[in-house]
């Protein structure tokens, strides 16, 4: 078949399919799926699977990679997810991706639910845009792939992008190499951009233990993790350029025990972007240097974490998958652009760390993500859901040729 051929029979199968779309979007919005509620996001990742299932696919829940002593929390995190069109030997073939959790709390999905706003084309609640959209986007069009792709189809989600993918991630470098193109369903940007790059990003988290004392009857006998954090915060905070894109932020802090008490304990959560993965690399490690030097005789500092997400670098082969997009999407009568994104996705880890052919924003268009203003552009969930399986049926026929 070619483009016209598929076009038309992509026409068919998502003829009326808005109402079952919405349907589904509002049953994923009004769940309640902060990374860190692992119940709320395996609530999110068992509706999408049994879907999935329904329509044919075999899907999986993966189990939790080992999680390192410092880094416990991730204990609590839900489960990444995949389903395949074929089996594991087959290969990927083509793979679409997306995450299943949200940045906003618990309770979020009750104070302010699913609501659509025809007049205003506009589609709301919390992750309506990040990325429930790009997730019912990523089922529709597998479902019309199913028998009109040539080659076999993965669908990954992630449980915990919005931390960096500390264990998503695991699941992708474990289950996509090879893979013959990349879509990643997050939000499309206004007026039809798709992104070509985007930084990467690092979580951290420093953590300083000192002595406790009496600050007034003999603070000669402590040693502040407080102070000492702060004098190694502010070297930290040298490393910033943001002529390169670099940032380095300290975001959240705590420590000590009461006012008068000399802190015996201190800790810092930062957060890192970059450009460029050398610049990442490089950053940790000055991160790690800062760390050591020790500024309150008496103090010892440790760091864990470190490089989550790998920039989306622009590439040949990410170029190439664009020019089949931006056909793809010119006989879907779209004008598509690609920009550059601020922010860091897991597609920048299938592109550097894996790679493979790799375009992002792919899903529903939508704008203010992570705030209560988020909204994603109704006119866009079926053409992107599209868009997303046209694109897939290009790359299939011109990279799975080159195989």
């Not at 995949?82 to 959790?101: C, E, Q, V, W, Y």
């Not at 792709?149 to 991630?169: A, I």
């Not at 233990?209 to 930290?236: C, F, M, P, Q, W």
Request: charged fraction near 25%; include cysteine.
């Amino acid at each position: 078949m070619d483009l016209s051929e598929w076009k038309r029979a992509l026409d068919a199968e998502f003829a009326g399919a808005e109402g079952e779309m919405l349907a589904l979007l509002e049953e994923l919005v009004n769940i309640d799926s902060p990374t860190a509620s692992g119940a709320g996001v395996d609530r999110v990742g068992d509706r999408l699977t049994a879907w999935l299932a329904e329509a044919g696919f075999d899907t999986e829940r993966l189990s939790k990679p080992p999680i390192a002593p410092d880094e416990a929390w991730q204990q609590g995190l839900g489960h990444a997810r995949t389903a395949r069109s074929h089996s594991l030997a087959a290969g990927p073939g083509i793979a679409f991706i997306g995450h299943m959790d949200t940045v906003f709390p618990e309770g979020e999905a009750a104070r302010r639910p699913f609501r659509v706003d025809r007049a205003a084309d506009t589609v709301t609640g919390p992750g309506a845009a990040d990325m429930k959209g790009g997730l019912v986007a990523m089922l529709f069009a597998a479902r019309a792939l199913r028998r009109l792709l040539p080659c076999p189809l993965t669908l990954m989600f992630s449980p915990d992008e919005e931390l960096g993918s500390p264990t998503g991630s695991v699941a992708l470098k474990s289950r996509l190499p090879g893979a013959l193109a990349v879509f990643c369903a997050e939000p499309g940007g206004l007026g039809g951009r798709v992104t070509l790059s985007r930084k990467g990003s690092g979580h951290m988290r420093l953590r300083v233990t000192g002595k406790a004392a009496h600050a007034g009857r003999n603070y000669e006998d402590g040693a502040s993790a407080v102070i000492d954090l702060a004098h190694k915060l502010l070297e930290i905070n040298e490393l910033l350029d943001l002529d390169r894109g670099l940032t380095v932020n300290a975001g959240m802090i705590e420590g000590g025990i009461s006012a008068n008490s000399v802190a015996p304990w201190a800790e810092a959560l930062i957060h890192l972007t970059y450009r460029r993965l050398e610049d990442g690399v490089n950053t940790v490690e000055s991160i790690r240097e800062a760390a050591r030097r020790v500024h309150v005789p008496g103090t010892s500092a440790s760091v864990s974490g470190g490089l989550r997400l790998y920039p989306l670098e622009r590439t040949q082969a990410g170029d190439d998958l664009f020019a089949l997009v931006r056909e793809a999407g010119e006989s879907l009568g779209m004008r598509l652009t690609g920009q550059h994104y601020e922010s860091a996705a897991e597609s920048g880890l299938c592109s550097s760390a894996l790679g493979l052919p790799t375009i992002c924003c792919m899903g529903p268009e939508g704008e203010h993500i992570h705030t209560e203003q988020e909204f994603l552009r109704l006119s866009t969930l079926v053409p992107r859901a599209k868009l997303l399986a046209l694109s897939a049926l290009e790359a299939a026929a011109r990279f799975g040729s080159q195989a």
